[in-house]
């Protein structure tokens, strides 16, 4: 089955840095790729996500790059504000329909001002 | 917006108690989902539905089990509590590719 690996687990910037969270994948059939945050006391809420078939993908601040060929994806944040600190998990799953998702371990990203 | 609600913010049981965790979601998904966060392990799937009365294990499904008697609720039960099953337990649901997270439910076993 799936197996996601996600690095680093902490995360500690200034604000106005930029954060990169890297995650790898072992099932090369799998083709969708979500990233979820997490904030303090709430449930894992959908940021950003991308497809096998697309290199990148930009969302204002946020963009995330998918390696296919070395089964990595990763997310970036840019001029990062105290409100993006929260736990960042990365997701990859072969898209059965169910959307059954293998979850990395998770990412705490503390932004200091 | 979607909402998922789970019953309960905070439960504390003892061993050998039959538990159950309610959950509700209000945009007629579908599918839907129990996981379990642990520290430094993420989210494993328990258990999830892509209909009504139909179920499927998920990762790690042992000591666990569902109901889905409707489509905007899906039960997470624990026959008979232990220890190790102290986790934050969330619920979510899904019609295509994004899942909705209720705001979990934190489990103590004692």
């Known amino acids: 089955g799936e197996n996601v690996e996600q690095h680093p687990s902490t995360l500690s910037v200034q604000e106005g840095d930029s954060a990169v969270i890297k995650c790898t994948y072992s099932d090369s059939a799998s083709n969708y790729f979500p990233w979820y945050k997490q904030e303090l006391g709430k449930g894992p809420q959908l940021i950003i996500d991308?497809?096998?078939?697309?290199g990148e993908k930009k969302d204002q601040r946020i963009a995330v790059t998918l390696n296919k060929t070395a089964k990595h994806f990763s997310l970036h944040i840019t001029e990062t504000q105290p409100e993006d600190s929260a736990v960042y998990f990365c997701a990859a799953t072969m898209n059965t329909g169910f959307q059954k998702l293998v979850f990395g371990t998770g990412t705490r990203l503390l932004v200091s001002p | 917006d979607v909402k998922v609600t789970q019953s309960s913010r905070y439960l504390v049981k003892r061993t050998g108690e039959k538990v159950f965790l309610e959950c509700v979601q209000d945009?007629?998904?579908?599918?839907m989902f129990w996981y379990r966060q642990d520290p430094g392990l993420g989210l494993r799937l328990i258990y999830f539905s892509y209909d009504v009365k139909m179920k499927e294990k998920g990762d790690i499904p042992e000591g666990y089990s569902v109901s889905r008697e409707k489509k905007e609720r899906f039960s997470l039960i624990l026959e008979s509590a232990s220890t190790n099953q102290t986790s934050m337990y969330l619920c979510?649901?899904?019609?295509?590719?994004?899942?909705?997270f209720g705001d979990g439910t934190r489990l103590s076993i004692l």
């Open positions: 979510a649901s899904s019609i295509r590719d994004s899942l909705h």
């Open positions: 991308i497809r096998s078939n697309v």
């Open positions: 945009m007629d998904h579908e599918n």
